[in-house]
């Protein structure tokens, strides 16, 4: 394959204009926020909560909206045996943007957090919220990682240049605007991106149709031509694993801190909401060319084309099935826009995790467990650099890791198993506290690490019922091995146990330590005698009075947004006076009240 210089003109123009909408967006926010008297440091985490619905939509949906929601959904459509039927990012996404809006983007906007970490680190103490830092920080990275890593392969179908130094001008361009600007440079760029992707994807599937190797996909959906069809199916064996799956979709998919940067952002509770059901729209109808590309891609004899010989999934590069769909299926100048489109789904997700991570770091790491008394000025400096340290993480992971996927699939199910449940506690839970949260953290670990996680060769240690072997060719290596395949809905499971112990320990750790079963001097964590059962039956409660989060740390809110500090704690006494008088006039309702 000869380099094609049209293709790196059009990448060039492309990465120059989201370059410049990424500066011009932070050029024109720069004084955003000062004149009520917004530190810079949440300016950058979540704009001035001022995004409106047209941008809010867009950068909702895009976060979703990823190089691997694109291709994925295509792999699937596509692959034998799966199809259309285990395509399930597209309804899983968008029912986990639909329950995120109905029930948590509310009550976190209300009580105007700053990153999704905030309310266990009020209920929880810093320490646990560190704990919890853990599997959400490596989530985000992973997930970069493994979509740039995705970007280099898919650039090198299309276009022949160097696979490494794509993925570093990617991940440079994208780390440098989120730099800058932060949310609004991210939030912007994202209209721009998602447009590219709509328009790229939109444009590839007629040519693609119209070729003469592609037989009717209405025909075959339901019949076998070139192989079975591409609407899929679901065995009975296989039908926990299916509910397994997509409960992690629809329910795993909240918990995460790119979906609540979003949501903090927006200029009120009610304008949270609706994003969210905006972006799961947005979801469904971005994902429907890349099924018609999966289900060209099953409609086409491979013998016709450029690509010749054998199919992608003989070749075993079925998950690169969009852009070679776009190589060899449309004329040179579609499959550009086509490369442009992939290459702004990655852009879209890689810069919106980076952000995410350096966010939760700065303020619930480095701010409030180690420096409370940093000002606003070492909290945005702190923020830029871990932009640059998580961004240059992803991009190496992304080059020399082989397991970045399979790291990515045991990361994103520890965020479904451990703080999912933790965040529905923390919400919705009276009485919950640090015990339970430590138990739960520990359950949702070992039984979701205990089924083992075959795409990094780690052998399970607990066999849950129905589990079988199967031989498999390893992705890397080539070689044959054995693996075991749990067929019982073991992650779901985890869910719920972790959320049922954290209930469970929080009120047995209550009721030895007040009953006098054990003595008040081994409550190490005072999260239960020192904060008195009073107040750790309240979930609003900063419970842990050696580590508490004094209110001058949180972000000041605008009362005109969301409901104000005053009524969002009921330890009034960290309050200035002249507030407690305020809010005593104005008779504003408690939280137990507002979520009832």
């Not at 970490?117 to 493994?146: C, H």
């Not at 998919?253 to 909401?273: C, E």
Request: with cysteine; charged share 15%; glycine share 8%.
């Amino acid at each position: 394959m000869t380099i094609h210089v049209e293709g790196l003109v059009a990448i060039a123009v492309f990465y120059l204009l989201i370059l410049f909408v990424g500066i011009w967006a932070a050029w024109k926010n720069k004084h955003s926020g000062e004149a009520e008297g917004t530190d810079r440091s949440e300016t950058i985490m979540v704009g001035g909560r001022d995004i409106g619905l047209f941008v809010g939509g867009f950068t909702m949906t895009a976060t979703w909206v990823g190089g691997g929601y694109i291709n994925g959904t295509a792999e699937y459509v596509y692959l034998p045996d799966y199809g259309l039927a285990w395509a399930q990012a597209p309804f899983g996404y968008a029912l986990s943007l639909v329950v995120g809006g109905l029930f948590f983007a509310k009550p976190m906007r209300s009580r105007g957090y700053v990153t999704m970490l905030d309310p266990f680190q009020q209920l929880y103490g810093k320490r646990m919220g560190g704990l919890l830092f853990i599997p959400a920080l490596m989530g985000e990275i992973f997930w970069s990682a493994a979509i740039l890593s995705a970007l280099g392969a898919t650039l090198s179908v299309i276009v022949d240049i160097n696979i490494k130094m794509s993925v570093v001008i990617s991940a440079l361009i994208a780390i440098f605007y989120t730099l800058v600007g932060g949310l609004y440079s991210v939030a912007y760029t994202d209209v721009v991106q998602l447009f590219c992707i709509f328009v790229g994807l939109w444009i590839s599937v007629p040519f693609a149709l119209s070729n003469a190797a592609v037989s009717d996909i209405t025909v075959t959906a339901v019949k076998t031509v070139y192989q079975s069809p591409w609407r899929g199916s679901v065995k009975k064996e296989d039908t926990w694993i299916w509910i397994d799956n997509f409960c992690l979709l629809m329910l795993g998919g909240i918990p995460w801190q790119v979906y609540f940067q979003r949501v903090l952002s927006a200029s009120s509770a009610t304008y949270a909401q609706v994003l969210s059901f905006l972006a799961a729209f947005g979801c469904l109808v971005m994902a429907v060319p890349s099924v018609l590309i999966g289900a060209i891609g099953a409609s086409t004899d491979w013998n016709q084309t450029s690509y010749g010989g054998l199919s992608p999934k003989d070749k075993e590069e079925a998950d690169m099935i969009l852009p070679i769909v776009l190589q060899h299926l449309c004329p040179p100048f579609v499959s550009f826009f086509g490369l442009g489109a992939v290459s702004a789904a990655v852009m879209s997700s890689a810069d919106s995790s980076i952000l995410s991570a350096s966010s939760m770091f700065a303020r619930n790491v480095y701010q409030l467990a180690f420096r409370q008394s940093a000002s606003d000025r070492e909290i945005v400096w702190v923020m830029r650099i871990t932009i640059f340290v998580f961004g240059g993480l992803a991009t190496m992971m992304a080059l020399v890791t082989g397991t970045v996927y399979g790291l990515w699939y045991l990361s994103s199910d520890l965020v479904y198993v451990i703080i999912f449940p933790q965040l529905l506690s923390v919400l919705f839970v009276k009485g919950t506290n640090t015990y339970g949260s430590v138990a739960a953290y520990l359950f949702g670990l070992v039984l979701r690490i205990g089924g083992g996680e075959p795409y990094l060769q780690l052998p399970p240690f607990i066999y849950y019922p129905g589990w079988t072997t199967e031989q498999r060719k390893h992705h890397i290596t080539g070689d044959m091995e054995e693996i075991v395949i749990q067929k019982f809905p073991f992650k779901t499971v985890s869910m719920l146990a972790s959320f049922v112990g954290n209930f469970v320990f929080s009120y047995l750790a209550k009721y030895l330590f007040e009953s006098g079963k054990i003595s008040h001097k081994y409550d190490f964590l005072d999260a239960v005698v020192s904060s008195r059962s009073g107040e750790i039956m309240d979930k609003t409660t900063l419970v842990t009075r050696g580590n508490n989060i004094g209110l001058s740390e949180l972000a000041p809110v605008k009362p005109r947004l969301s409901v104000t500090l005053a009524a969002a704690f009921t330890r009034r006494d960290t309050l200035p006076e002249e507030t407690v008088e305020e809010e005593e006039e104005e008779s504003s309702p408690d939280f137990s009240h507002n979520e009832k």
